[in-house]
């Protein structure tokens, strides 16, 4: 499976960004896919993901309310929509996938990453 992600950029506090992740290859294996980001300094952390048959979905307790994710099964497709950014937020996003239901807040438990995408929120 591989993994694209796009959307990054900079903006300002209060602003929104939609990241989109494209996933290729053995697709039909996935379960969860999710978003990790990484602040300069900090240790790569969970975001949100998405069951990917049904929907459902998780979130870090910084980023509920303001970040929704949602996928398209038909393209392939992973989002996170955000809302209210904050400077807080700034950070390399990743997107990954996994294959069975363990763990899906867990970096380790992935098995397939995106590249990143950077996201810088100026106050």
């Known amino acids: 499976v591989q993994l694209q992600a796009s959307g990054g950029g900079l903006v300002q506090a209060g602003d929104s960004l939609r990241l989109s992740c494209a996933a290729s290859?053995?697709?039909?294996?996935?379960?969860?896919m999710g978003w990790f980001r990484q602040a300069p300094g900090k240790e790569r952390e969970f975001v949100a993901a998405?069951?990917?048959?049904?929907?459902?979905?998780l979130y870090q307790g910084s980023v509920k309310g303001r970040f929704t994710i949602s996928r398209d099964n038909a393209k392939n497709a992973l989002y996170l929509q955000m809302n209210s950014l904050k400077p807080e937020d700034t950070a390399v996003y990743y997107c990954?996938?996994?294959?069975?239901?363990?763990?899906?807040?867990?970096?380790?438990?992935?098995?397939?990453w995106g590249q990143g995408t950077q996201v810088t929120v100026s106050s």
């Open positions: 998405i069951k990917w048959s049904g929907g459902s979905t």
């Open positions: 990954a996938s996994k294959t069975d239901q363990y763990g899906p807040m867990y970096g380790p438990m992935y098995d397939y």
């Open positions: 290859g053995r697709t039909f294996s996935t379960y969860y």
